[in-house]
């Protein structure tokens, strides 16, 4: 059996034993949080155990290393959508201790490109049409730093408003510990 045929029966036997109904909830976060953090296996269910958070609490933006890399790419989009379209008031960046993000180098990553097969002229396409391929593969140096790069893109972009505070935390993934690296309401009450 594959894993998409496994999932899709475990899908109807979840639907016919109406096992969703513990999950129904509507489009807004409860807590008026939007959360973006790093799609880490190890935060999967314990992030949101360890922020005391259920289905329907916040607005969950996972991606590697929770990584905000461009003001006008798909996650400042999905955190201006939460705040002007899905009422939330709230943004928390929460990177954690040995994230893979952490000394990505592109040169590595492209290694890896062509041995599965992505020739050297695809490579030269995307360098000639302008795609800055050494800084979309790296990642940083130390977490602390990605947090923290992330929440200034978040906190000084041009559409977002001024009374919403933007958090950065750091989380163990062995104990679900938070490290508060920058406090919102504080950063809000400077601005």
């Given at each position: 059996?594959?894993?998409?045929?496994?999932i899709l029966e475990h899908n109807r036997t979840f639907v016919a034993n109406k096992d969703y109904i513990p999950y129904l909830t509507d489009q807004f976060p409860n807590m008026g949080l939007v959360?973006?953090?790093?799609?880490?296996?190890?935060?999967?269910?314990?992030?949101?155990?360890?922020?005391?958070?259920?289905?329907?609490?916040?607005k969950l933006i996972k991606n590697a290393?929770?990584?905000?890399?461009?003001?006008?790419?798909?996650?400042?989009?999905?955190?201006?959508?939460?705040?002007?379209?899905?009422?939330?008031?709230?943004?928390?960046?929460?990177?954690?201790y040995g994230c893979g993000m952490t000394?990505?180098?592109?040169?590595?990553?492209?290694d890896k490109v062509k041995e599965r097969g992505i020739s050297e002229e695809v490579i030269a396409t995307l360098r000639h049409?302008?795609?800055?391929?050494?800084?979309?593969?790296?990642?940083?140096?130390?977490?602390?730093?990605?947090v923290r790069e992330s929440v200034a893109i978040?906190?000084?972009?041009?559409?977002?408003?001024?009374?919403?505070?933007?958090?950065?935390?750091?989380?163990?993934?062995a104990t679900g510990r938070l490290d508060q690296v920058i406090d919102g309401y504080a950063e809000r009450q400077r601005s």
């Open positions: 059996m594959s894993l998409i045929t496994g959360v973006l953090t790093c799609m880490d296996t190890r935060l999967v269910e314990l992030l949101p155990r360890a922020m005391g958070i259920r289905n329907g609490d916040v290393g929770a990584i905000v890399s461009h003001p006008f790419g798909s996650v400042m989009r999905s955190i201006l959508v939460a705040v002007y379209e899905l009422k939330a008031t709230e943004v928390a960046v929460i990177g954690h000394g990505l180098e592109c040169g590595r990553v492209l049409a302008g795609i800055d391929l050494q800084k979309w593969l790296t990642g940083f140096d130390h977490v602390e730093t990605g978040v906190k000084n972009h041009p559409l977002l408003p001024k009374d919403v505070a933007v958090h950065g935390m750091i989380m163990d993934p």
